[in-house]
Structures are given as structure tokens and as C-alpha cells.
């Protein structure tokens, strides 16, 4: 497994190896006290550079046990890194995150304070409700021409913006993994009768065979579902939603607008 040992060493390797380095930082599994057999070695290392940077690199070394272990380094200037923290996190499922972060080393005291934490917090994304009825409509267009692979890919991005549409709604979360969101997300107190079914179908995680129609139908009960409690409490999310869709959802204009069956 790997030791502090082996952190500290790659902590000082990497200062040698990129040049500039102003800050290391140890993320990941190992930041979370989480990490198992085959978790990779995360680090960010911020450089002091005016123009913004991005990079990323990776190394296969031999670790402590002589098991072959994956380093992962971000390279990133320290504005850009520290703005990132005001951006939603891409994996929380729209939910405020709540980032862990290791601290490992820092050339000076200047940016101590604004690093030396625990965790760096992400807020929520926006309620994107006019992309989650727009998937609704490439998952039916798809059914319709017996593109059941279109579907389903249509069907599994409209449950990724499910919660964070949810989320106003609900008691705050701050999760920390990808999983441990998904498992908030799937845990919301108010949303749609068989949401969490609903919504293991459309992502392609119940575990049992499901036909394309089952997923669409899930779909459809997820997003009436959502509208139905969006527009019951309109006002805990109007001032998240741009005001000409706010607008139609309050008056039951996006709804009449999904209810195609109907002449």
C-alpha cells in the first residue's frame, strides 16, 4: 500500500520535475483516507505563472510493495485552480461538493492561507431544466425512428440533470466522490414517485435487463414528475431558472409542450 513515505517522496520529485512549482497538493482517494489496491496517486501542483495553464501528466512506477502504481498529476496556475473552486463540480450531479484536499508543500507562506485546507468547496450547478426537456425530446425522436441506442444515451443524460434540478427542493448535501453523490442524489426526500428506480433505469445501473421502452418510460415519469414539483414550488426556483423558462413553468406551458400524445 502506499505511505506517506512514497506522498512525501513524489511531493519532492515533482517540485524537480515541473518547473515553477509554487504548491503541491495530494487530492484523490488518498486525500479521503479512501484509497484501495488500485487507486491511483493524485496531485495537483500549482505554478506561479501569469497565463493560465493546464496539463496533465502521468507516471507508472513501482511502489512500496513493488505492485506498479499510477501517478496522476494536474498541472494548473494557482488563479485558475483557485477559481475552479467557485465552478460546480462535473461529477457531483449537481449538488454543492465538498473537495479533499492534502496540502503537501508551498514555496512560501503567500498562498498558505488561500490552500492549507481540507477541502475545497464547489457550489451547485444551475438547473438546467432546458436541457433535461430537450434530452426528453432526442430520447422520443429516437424511439420513434427505432434508434434504441440514441434513446438510450438521451434517456441516461437527462437522469444526470434530474437532481440538480431536485436539489433547491431539498435538504443540502455536500458530497465528496462521484458515488457518494450519486447516492445523495438517489436519497432526495422530494421527488418524483419511483424516482430512484426511475432513475438506476435511466443511467443503465438497476442491475436487470430493461427493454429501450421501459428506459423512455422512466424518462417521461422523471421528467413530468420533476415539472409537476418545480411548478408546485415555483418560487424556492424561479430565480435559478432564466425568467422566460420560469415563466412557462409556472403556467404549465412546458408540460403542455411535452404532451404530444394529445391533438
Known amino acids: 500500500m502506499i505511505d506517506r513515505v512514497f506522498i512525501e517522496a513524489w511531493s519532492e520529485r515533482l517540485r524537480t520535475e515541473i518547473p515553477e512549482t509554487a504548491a503541491v497538493l495530494l487530492k484523490g482517494s488518498h486525500a479521503t483516507g479512501s484509497a484501495g489496491r488500485w487507486s491511483d496517486v493524485d496531485f495537483d501542483v500549482l505554478v506561479d505563472r501569469p497565463e493560465p495553464v493546464e496539463e496533465y501528466l502521468a507516471w507508472l512506477v513501482d511502489g ?36 479533499m484536499t492534502t496540502l503537501l508543500w508551498t514555496r512560501d507562506d503567500a498562498p498558505r492561507a488561500r490552500l492549507d485546507h481540507a477541502h475545497r468547496d464547489h457550489p451547485a450547478a444551475d438547473p438546467e431544466l432546458e436541457d433535461f426537456i430537450e434530452e426528453l425530446g432526442k430520447a422520443l425522436n429516437a424511439h420513434l425512428r427505432g434508434d434504441a441506442l440514441s434513446c438510450r444515451i438521451a434517456c441516461q443524460e437527462l437522469a444526470n440533470l434530474c437532481p440538480a434540478l431536485l436539489v433547491p427542493l431539498n435538504a443540502l448535501a455536500r458530497p465528496a466522490t462521484r458515488p457518494a453523490a450519486l447516492r445523495a442524489a438517489l436519497d432526495l426526500a422530494i421527488a418524483p414517485a419511483g424516482y430512484r428506480d426511475d432513475m438506476l433505469l435511466c443511467l443503465g445501473l438497476s442491475g436487470q435487463e430493461s427493454t429501450a421502452d421501459e428506459v423512455l418510460a422512466a424518462a417521461e415519469r422523471l421528467v413530468s ?30 408540460e403542455r409542450y411535452l404532451d404530444r400524445r394529445n391533438p
Open 64 to 99: 512500496p510493495d513493488g505492485q506498479i502504481v499510477h501517478v496522476s498529476v494536474a498541472v494548473a496556475d494557482i488563479r485558475s485552480w483557485l477559481q475552479a473552486g467557485n465552478e460546480p463540480a462535473s461529477w457531483a450531479f449537481g449538488f454543492p461538493a465538498r473537495e
Open 225 to 254: 414528475g420533476t415539472l409537476s414539483l418545480l411548478r408546485e414550488r415555483i418560487d424556492r426556483v424561479a430565480h435559478l431558472l432564466p425568467a422566460d423558462l420560469a415563466g412557462y413553468l409556472a403556467d404549465g406551458t412546458l
